[in-house]
């Protein structure tokens, strides 16, 4: 076997390998550890979303695996340690999603600012409610982004055409980044100074020991009464629990959430009462243009390196080594 795919998954970029390599596709697989590591032993290259745990354990069974490709960029269920020290070359589109998932921030925001949901629901309902509909303007309100990556930077542009003062809080970039200056962002040292200024606070850091919790009842305490916060991260980087309090006390003005700390989520946490919260799917990299682009990206890299060359989109080091 050349191509392992062991989630469910049907695009015309996997479709284009099919009839150069032997692809064997099992949607239900990554639910099998036992299945899987044996499915893993015969292949070259294998293909994942986010559903498959790629463990030290996974990669140790797949003597000839050259690749893993990720399709998508959270690498949270990649061992990208072990994948390197296995010489396995970790393929994922680092910038595919990024438009969309910043696109998807702005729309969070303006949604909470005007109360779109609030105002559809209502309306469709037969009210004619413009009292309980008014918002704020965007225009001269403060926008904190927590992370200043891919995502945050374009977040950053894209609200400042709406008016919005940026800060940024991302202790491993350069304030010299012509980023900054490109958007007038102010850089903080410290997470506090941001979230006390922001009226917006936007969470695009990775989910690492460090910002698991990171956003907790210490922190939404330091936001400024009235914000708004949005995470379209990873879920773990905030404690619901803390975040549900804020909300319920008043303290934040209300909150939107396309990610979680278990998706889906095992129960309903109490969001789901609340009109000021928008809660969506995991659905940041869910366009036609991203996908397409993820897709492509990694299909064009999985072909490379089974024909002997290097990727182009990798994680973690520049060749493959074997
Ligand atoms: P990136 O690696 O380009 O940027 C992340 C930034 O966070 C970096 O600049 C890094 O220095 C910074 N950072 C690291 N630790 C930090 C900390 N403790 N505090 C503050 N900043 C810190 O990543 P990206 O591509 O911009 O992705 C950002 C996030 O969005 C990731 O969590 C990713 O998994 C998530 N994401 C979500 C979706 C979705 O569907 N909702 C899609 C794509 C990516």
Known sequence: MDILIPEELTTTAVDRLNPRYRVVSDGGLWKDREKLRLAVSGARALMVRNQTQVTAKLLSAAPNLLA?????????????????????????????????????????????????????????????????????ELEGKTLAICGFGRIGRLVARRARAFGLRILVFDPFVNPGLPEFTETQARHCARL???????????????????????????????????????????????????????????????????????????????????????????????????????????????????RGESAMNFVNFARPKR
């Open 68 to 136: 893993v490709g990720r399709l998508g960029v959270g690498l949270d269920n990649i061992d990208v340690e072990a994948a390197s020290r296995l010489g396995i070359v970790v393929i994922a589109p680092l910038d595919a999603n990024a438009p969309s998932v910043a696109e998807l921030t702005m729309a969070f925001i303006l949604a909470l600012a005007r109360k779109i949901p609030l105002a559809d629901r209502s309306t469709k309902a037969g009210g004619w409610d413009r009292k309980g509909c008014m918002g704020i």
């Open 192 to 306: 506090e100074e941001a979230l006390g200024e922001a009226d917006f606070v936007s969470v695009h850091s990775p989910f690492t020991p460090e910002t698991k919790r990171m956003f907790n009842a210490r922190t939404f305490e330091a936001m400024k009464p009235g914000a708004f916060f949005i995470n379209t991260s990873r879920g773990g980087i905030v404690d619901e629990t803390a975040l549900l309090r804020a909300l319920e006390s008043g303290h934040l003005a209300g909150a939107a959430l396309d990610v979680r700390e278990v998706e889906p989520p095992a129960g309903r946490a109490g969001f789901e009462a609340l009109e000021n919260v928008l809660l969506t799917p995991h659905i940041g990299a869910a366009t036609t243009e991203a996908q397409t682009r993820t897709f492509e990206t990694v299909a064009e890299d999985i072909d490379r390196v089974l």
